[in-house]
């Protein structure tokens, strides 16, 4: 019998059958694309006006983005396509969304030139996330690096540049002399996201957490949300201010480690080379100190 290659009975297309995929690899994708939704949500509520909860689905997205990532190590459903999919999802939270609130809010007053900064933000965040994908393999990188991200990570990107609209909730008169100032800050966002800068990034935090402290926590943690429920904008203003003033210690810890690494570096003894025709781990014999030390043996 003759199978032609569209053949749906052949016995190659009977043999092939798709792996089932584990659920632990499926529940890091569906936080994800939770967080997606969230922000896509994000830019429909700005687009009819409700700036406020269109802020609330951009920290509810940054939250999800936190907890995605350790649940899949953690379940140990890390994937390929996981980590692709988490970074299309970022530049659509992180990038686009914020970029198109704030033009929303108050970019549009300033016409091109605040759609500029718009897209020059989400540029940004598009190229900071490509630059983490293509930098997360590098062989090279050192142990105590991976406490550091390169530029400020796309989450607290978004949630660090939407400060003027926090500002604004409080209080602020939004006059063109502020929309101005806030395009100037949303481009230096931009280009922190993008920029060299050491961020700690805390991921080898809380791995182990000792028994005494288990309960504070909890406390700490009921605490911080029932006040960003209560007051939501002051939280997030401080929060922005405190994080915006720790970036220097950041980078003041970074010189700190390469620094000990390079003193550790230069402190290890390094092989010798080897001279042609001498293999470098072979033994020597050491020669006599006299020449009448060589003599033969005389004892009968």
Known sequence: MVFTPYDPDRPEAKRRRFRPVPVRMLVPNLITLLA???????????????????????????????????IARMLKGTSRFG????????????????????YFWGLHDLKSAGWI?????????????????????????????????????????????????????LGVERGIFFTWLSLVYTLAMAFLMVSRLPVFSGKKMGQR??????????????LFFALLISYPWEVLSIGVLAYLASLPFG?????????????ESATVPQPQPAGPGVEPDAPTIDAPERADDIRPNTRH
Not at 209 to 222: A, C, N
Not at 251 to 263: C, E, G, V
């Open 36 to 70: 997606l939704c969230a922000g896509l949500t994000a830019m429909r509520i700005a687009v009819e006006g409700r700036l406020d909860l269109a802020l609330a689905a951009i920290v509810f997205a940054a939250a999800l983005d936190g907890i995605d990532g350790r």
């Open 83 to 102: 980590a692709e999919l988490d970074s299309l999802a970022d530049f659509v939270n992180f990038g686009v969304a914020p970029a198109l609130i704030l």
């Open 117 to 169: 900064a718009a897209m020059v933000f989400a540029i940004c965040a598009g190229l900071r996330l490509a630059r983490f994908n293509v930098m997360i393999d590098d062989p090279n990188k050192p142990a105590w690096a991976a406490n550091f991200f390169t530029g400020m990570p796309a989450p607290a990107g978004a949630i660090t540049v939407l400060l003027p609209i926090y500002l604004t909730f």
């Open 209 to 222: 957490v000792s028994p005494e402290v288990v309960l504070p926590i909890f406390v700490v943690t009921v």
């Open 251 to 263: 980078w003041l810890s970074y010189r700190n480690h390469a620094r000990k690494s390079a003193l």
